[in-house]
Structure formats: structure tokens, C-alpha cells
């Protein structure tokens, strides 16, 4: 979602800034901005669509200054238009925010009453008129700033540059990330640190409520105020973070290179928590075990709501623990029922996503435990769980999920085994043959990407498709949900996912012979029944492709291929038949000309509701 660079130094800002919006561009965005302070006055810049037309903009008409702002922006208010990107400005001051202003159309009729005119449809202009007119009214900038933050309600990150002050740059946040970097004579706001990584090694982490106050006299000092205006010391962070992530490689794309990393980021994440030669699990368990412990709730959205799922068929059936499922943004309104001793685990690449942060801070209030699964180390949610465990999966830039979605299952496969052991639902013998299975696991994901030519194909045909049905029972149902998800995200054509014994309930009224079926269908547990699924959607047409470990599966259609996968076990199953559906939709996108890293309309942090 959007995006927020701000700069403050003695060079030029302008086209860094760019440089900073393009390590952004992965959250999503479909209009970008750049706004300068110099010569006494606002110099600004903007444009619909990619970067690129913004860069072209400043190629033609470039601005300077050592101060500025920079935004990309995912629309929420208003069109993707030049009219609404940010920055949005007065004569005085101009605003780059991230968030919705919830009580904007209250705020804005108040402001049209009094004369003002808007020139956008967005919600973030009336923080512009509302810091202006408290400027006009003889405000210093940092009073300004304060006494509209006051009036806002929502969630926001915001940075703001003033044309009568060029040495000053401020930040604040409530519900949005905002982190500042620090050098000796440079100072930085940006989204996330990612986004700074190449310019500081040094960065605090804004908390909720901050105002950051940045000033360029004979050295560069900042100043952080709480909620309650009072200064406070924020801990600095040194940053460690791999920046030759941000490369492509021999990849087309991001989404390829790190469906291609899962070998490795795999390994990574069961490594840092069992130990390979004992065959032991090395963490501490985030749940206190030796308490009766009576539901987990697993809350979070999107892929990671996936990953949840299937978690749900690992705690009861391999730790006898009753395990319930939420939507962080159904969870958060439903009033739901807590014990103070249920667990409640919090799942997020990004650990950034609104409703599982407000999911989770409602929990909190509530007296129980939390947890975060996250794969960004310093985002919100990590920071504001209890206790936290970390994906391996390094940085993903593609909006799709892909890596972080597996390194997500193996955390929670670990917990699983872990409770499972402590409980005994699982003896030494069961336990040590799971281990040996998850040390399996990063070889067998690597051999289905040895020869991807298969799901090339398979992506060409496809991609002829307007619909297309997943079906899968047990752990493989999940799969089928991420496969359908995946597909439809980057492709952009309609799928959908099913419990295979769900189709006769409904869905299967929707099988025709130009409706392709996908199933998710290794010999295991549920195989027989799946099959005969698949029996009665052939029977009325459908073209039919089947992900399996049975090589002599058959069935009479039209058209009907095995996609053959390696044997393996329950668990590696899990990671084998979601690196399939990936490549999958990976190449159908591809053979669809698609923006395969950046579709459209998504973001790859969803910081508004
Ligand atoms: C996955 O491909 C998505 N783009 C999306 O569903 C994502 O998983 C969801 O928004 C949750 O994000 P999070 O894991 O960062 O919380």
C-alpha cells in the first residue's frame, strides 16, 4: 500500500527520493508523487501509473532542493488520477500520507463551509487545510502539526515539508508504519527500512502516536514526541538487512526467484528451530505447555489465513488440541468469545496487515496471550505480541506470496509437533519419523522445480481459461484455496477452491467443458475420496489436470492430464503440491502478459482497511 520517503540533507533530495519510492514499489501503488522545498517555495511533481512516467516528468521539468517527500499511493479515496496523487499541497505545505482519515467528510464539509476549495477527492487533503490554516493562524510548524493530528481519526502515517522552513522535515504515525533513519548528516523517513537500507545503517522505529521533529542547523538533530507530546528516547536499531534481495538475478521475475528460494528459505526456517542432529526442537515453546491448554485461535488474512488453515489440521490431529480459525478482519467486529487462557497466534508475512494488528491489540486488551508469526523482524505486529517467531524467508518483494507462505507452514508444522510431543499425542518413534520427514522437505520442494516445463505447459493452457476450479480434501484443501488465490492474483482469471466433498453441495453446477478442474491429489489419506470426485466432474466434461504422486492415475475426459509430483510424506505433501500451484500460477500469468509482480489493484502490505 502506499508508500512515504521523506529527506533531509545538504544534497540534493529529488531523485533520491525516486530511488527510495522504487524499494516501495512492491507494496502496490498506482499513482506516485515527489514534492522539494527550495527557493521559498513548493516545488512539486506528479503522476499517475508506474514510477517510470514520474521519473520521465522529472526528466522534463526536474525540481531541487535538499528537503522533500516522495509517495507512491494505492488509492483508497478517489482515482488513480494525477488530481489525487500525493504530495497534496497548499502555498505553505505539502503532505505524503499513508492511511484513511476515517473522519475526513466530516472535517472536509466543515472546511468547504469556511470558504475552502479542494482540488482532490482523496481524504488526505484536509489534513493539508488543517495544517495550513493553523499555519495562517500563526502556528509554528510543530504546533500545527499537533493540533491536526488531534482532529484526525483513522490510521496515518504522514510526512510533511513547509515552504517557510526549509530546514525542517516531520513524521508521525498512529495505525501506520513509519520509521526514521539516521546518518550524521542526512535524516530519513521512509515506510518501512527497507526502503532506507541503502542510504543508513541506522533506524528507530517510530511507535504509535510518535511525531518525529527533523532539523537541519549546523548538525542534524531530531527530536521524537509520544502521543502525549512528551519527548521520549526511542531505541536505534542497527540494520542488517540483505539488500542484494532487491535484485531480480537471472529471474524474470521477483515471484519466480523466490518460489525458486524455497529450498533454501525452507532449510533456513527449520534450522533456527530444531536442531538437525538431535532431532530436537530447540525453541522455547511461545505457549506455556504445562498449562491445560485448551484452543489455539489462529487469526490473520489472505495466504497467511491459508497457512493457518492447514495448521488447523496439524494441532488436532497431531497434538489433539482443538484449534479454531479467524479472518483478522472478521475476528476484530464479531465480539468474540475469550477464554484468558486461549493462545491466540497472529500470522503475517509483513506483520504490518491492519485487521491482524487491530485483531491482535484487541486480544491483548482482553487479558490473553499473543503470538506472531511474522517474517519482518521489526514490524508492528512482532513488536507488539507478547512473543514472536520468525519466518525465514528474507525479504519478499513479489505482492504474491509465495516463500514467506511456506516458511509460514513449517513454523507452525514445528509448534505442532512440538505441543504434540510435550502432550504425547505423539510417542519418540512418531516424533523422530516426522523430524526425518521435515528434513526431507527443501529436497523435494527443490526436485518439483528441477523440470518446471510441465507447469509451463500447463500455464499455457490455462491461461485460455475465463474460470477454473481447485479441488483438494484434508491438508490438500488449503493448498487448492492458495492455488486458486495465487492464480487469481497474478492472472487475473477467476478461480476458485473447494473441499472436494463440498462440490456436490453446490459448486459442481458450475462444471462445463470450458471450465478447467484442477486437483490437488496425492495418494495419501483422502486420495480415494478425492478421486471419485474427480470421476463425477469428468463425467460432466470438464477438462481435467491432476497433481499427484500416482502415476497411473486415470480418468476418461475430454482432456485429462497427471501433473506428476515426488512421493512423499503427509507433511512434505503440504510444501510439494503448494510449490506446484505456485508455478502454476506463476506461469499462466506469464503466458497471460500479466504484471506478474506487481498485479494490479494489490498491495503487498495492506496497512488500511
Ligand atoms: C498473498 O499473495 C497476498 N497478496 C495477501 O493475501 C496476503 O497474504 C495478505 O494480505 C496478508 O498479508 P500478511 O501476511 O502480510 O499479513
Redesign the pocket.
Known amino acids: 500500500m502506499c508508500g512515504i520517503i521523506g529527506i533531509l540533507s545538504n544534497e540534493q533530495v529529488g531523485g533520491r527520493i525516486i530511488d527510495g519510492l522504487s524499494r516501495l514499489e512492491y507494496r502496490g501503488y498506482d499513482s506516485a508523487g515527489v514534492a522539494t522545498i527550495d527557493q521559498r517555495a513548493i516545488q512539486r511533481r506528479r503522476s499517475e501509473g508506474k514510477l517510470q512516467a514520474l521519473r520521465d516528468i522529472l526528466e522534463s521539468d526536474p525540481i531541487s532542493g535538499t528537503v522533500g517527500i516522495g509517495h507512491t499511493r494505492w488509492a483508497t479515496h478517489g482515482l488513480p488520477t494525477h488530481q489525487n496523487a500525493h504530495p497534496h499541497a497548499t502555498d505553505r505545505v505539502a503532505v505524503v500520507h499513508n492511511g484513511i482519515i476515517e473522519n475526513y467528510q466530516l472535517l472536509k464539509n466543515a472546511l468547504i463551509n469556511q470558504g475552502l476549495v479542494f482540488q482532490s477527492e482523496t481524504d488526505t487533503e484536509v489534513v493539508v487545510h488543517l495544517i495550513d490554516q493553523a499555519l495562517k493562524a500563526g502556528k509554528s510548524p510543530e504546533n500545527a502539526v499537533r493540533e491536526t493530528i488531534e482532529k484526525l481519526e483513522g490510521a496515518f502515517a504522514l510526512a510533511i515539508v513547509f515552504k517557510d522552513n526549509p530546514d525542517l522535515l516531520i513524521g508521525t504515525r498512529r495505525g501506520s508504519p513509519l520509521v526514521l533513519g539516521i546518518n550524521d548528516d542526512e535524516l530519513f523517513l521512509g515506510s518501512d527500512a527497507w526502503a532506507l537500507a541503502p542510504w543508513t545503517k541506522k533506524v528507530c522505529y517510530l511507535e504509535e502516536g510518535d511525531t518525529v521533529i527533523m532539523q537541519r542547523g549546523a548538525e542534524f538533530t531530531y527530536e521524537i514526541y509520544d502521543a502525549g507530546n512528551q519527548i521520549v528516547k526511542r531505541p536505534l536499531k542497527e540494520l542488517n538487512l540483505a539488500i542484494g534481495a532487491a535484485n531480480k538475478g537471472k529471474y524474470s521475475h521477483f515471484m519466480l526467484k523466490e518460489i525458486f528460494e524455497q529450498p533454501q528459505t525452507l532449510s533456513d526456517t527449520l534450522l533456527s528451530l530444531v536442531d538437525e542432529q538431535s532431532k530436537t526442537i530447540q525453541i522455547e515453546s511461545p505457549f506455556d505447555l504445562s498449562n491445560k491448554i485448551l484452543r489455539i485461535r489462529l487469526i ?5 489465513y491459508y497457512a493457518c488453515l492447514m495448521a488447523k489440521y496439524w494441532f488436532e490431529k497431531m497434538a489433539h488440541i482443538l484449534c479454531e480459525v479467524d479472518l483478522a478482519s472478521e475476528f476484530r467486529y464479531r465480539d468474540p468469545v475469550l477464554n484468558s487462557d486461549d493462545i491466540c497466534v497472529f ?7 491492519i485487521d ?1 494488528l487491530a485483531a491482535l491489540n484487541l486480544v491483548k486488551g482482553m487479558g490473553c496471550q499473543t503470538v506472531a508469526i511474522v517474517n519482518v523482524p521489526e514490524s508492528s505486529l512482532a513488536r507488539a505480541a507478547h512473543k514472536h517467531i520468525l519466518t525465514m524467508a528474507g525479504p519478499e518483494i513479489g ?3 509465495t516463500k ?1 507462505f511456506t516458511a509460514q507452514l513449517m513454523v507452525l508444522n514445528i509448534l505442532a509437533l512440538q505441543a504434540a510431543e510435550f502432550r504425547k499425542v505423539m510417542d519418540k518413534e512418531a516424533v523422530l519419523k516426522h523430524f526425518t520427514d521435515l528434513l526431507h522437505v527443501p529436497k523435494q520442494v527443490s526436485q518439483v522445480l528441477q523440470n518446471v516445463s510441465e507447469f509451463d505447459k500447463l500455464g499455457l493452457r490455462l491461461s485460455q481459461a475465463r474460470d477454473i476450479l481447485f479441488i483438494g480434501r484434508g491438508t490438500n484443501y488449503p493448498v487448492a484455496l492458495e492455488g486458486a ?2 492464480l487469481k ?1 497474478i492472472s487475473y482469471i477467476h478461480a476458485e477452491a473447494h473441499a472436494a466433498g463440498e462440490l456436490k453441495h453446490g459448486p459442481i453446477a458450475l462444471i462445463d467443458k470450458l471450465t478447467p478442474l484442477i486437483a490437488i491429489a496425492p495418494n495419501d489419506a483422502w486420495f480415494e475420496k478425492t478421486a471419485s470426485n474427480i470421476q463425477e466432474v469428468s463425467a460432466r466434461g470438464a477438462p481435467i489436470f491432476v497433481l499427484t504422486d500416482d502415476h497411473s492415475f486415470k480418468v476418461n475426459a475430454h482432456e485429462f492430464q497427471n501433473i506428476c509430483l515426488p512421493k512423499s510424506s503427509s507433511v512434505g505433501n503440504c510444501f510439494i503440491y503448494t510449490c506446484a500451484v505456485q508455478c502454476i500460477a506463476y506461469y499462466t500469468a506469464l503466458h497471460k502478459g500479466t504484471d506478474v509482480d506487481q498485479p494490479r489493484n ?1 498491495a ?3 496497512t488500511v482497511e
Open positions: 490473520s488474512c489472505g495466504t497467511s500470522v503475517s508475512q509483513s506483520g504490518e496487515t491482524t505482492v504474491a506470496s514467506a488465490l495465487k492474483e494489490l503487498k502490505s495492506v
